[in-house]
C-alpha cells in the first residue's frame, strides 16, 4: 500500500435500518471511499439511496438518506474504527443516540498501474438500544 498521497474511489452502497418497528431497505445508493496514505485514515460517504419498508416495499422517509463513516485508520491493506454517522440532504441528523455497539472494517483490493488500491468494499454498524444501522460499501 501506499504511504503517500490519496485515492478516491467511487462506487455503490446498500444498507439496513431498523427502528425499533419496521425494518427498512436503503438500495442502489452511491459510495466514494476516500483514502489518506500519508495520514492512513479512510472516510467514507455513502448516499443517493431508495428507501423501502422491507414488509411492505414502499417507498419510505426514515429521516435520513446519507451515511458517512470517517476517520478510519488503515493497517497494511486494510482499515477500521472510526465514526458512523447520518445525514438528511447533507445535514448531520442523529439517528441512534445510544451507540450501544459502533463498528466498521474495510479492505483494498487489486493494485493499478501506479501503486494505488484498484478497489475498496467494506461495512459499518451502529447499534442502540432500539436501533440499528447496518451499511455496505463496494467502490473502484
Known amino acids: 500500500m501506499p504511504t503517500a498521497g490519496s485515492a478516491t474511489l467511487n462506487g455503490e452502497a446498500q444498507a439496513s435500518y431498523f427502528n425499533s418497528a419496521t425494518n ?7 459510495s466514494k471511499v476516500e483514502t489518506n496514505f500519508t495520514d492512513g485514515t479512510v472516510d467514507v460517504t455513502t448516499d443517493q439511496f431508495e428507501i423501502t419498508n ?16 470517517t476517520g478510519m485508520k488503515t493497517f497494511g491493506n ?18 441512534i ?4 455497539q459502533e463498528s466498521a472494517l474495510g479492505r483494498f483490493f487489486g ?9 475498496a468494499g467494506g461495512i459499518g454498524y451502529l447499534r442502540g438500544d432500539d436501533r440499528s444501522l447496518t451499511t455496505i460499501f463496494l467502490a473502484d
Not at 493494485?111 to 478497489?119: F, K, V
Open 78 to 95: 486494510q482499515f477500521s474504527g472510526g465514526t458512523i454517522t447520518t445525514e438528511q440532504n447533507g445535514r448531520d441528523v442523529e439517528i
Open 54 to 69: 422491507r414488509d411492505t416495499g414502499v417507498s419510505a422517509n426514515v429521516g435520513f438518506n446519507g451515511i458517512k463513516i
Open 111 to 119: 493494485l493499478t498501474n501506479s501503486g494505488q488500491p484498484d478497489e
Open 24 to 30: 427498512f431497505d436503503l438500495s442502489n445508493g452511491t
Open 97 to 100: 443516540t445510544d451507540r450501544a
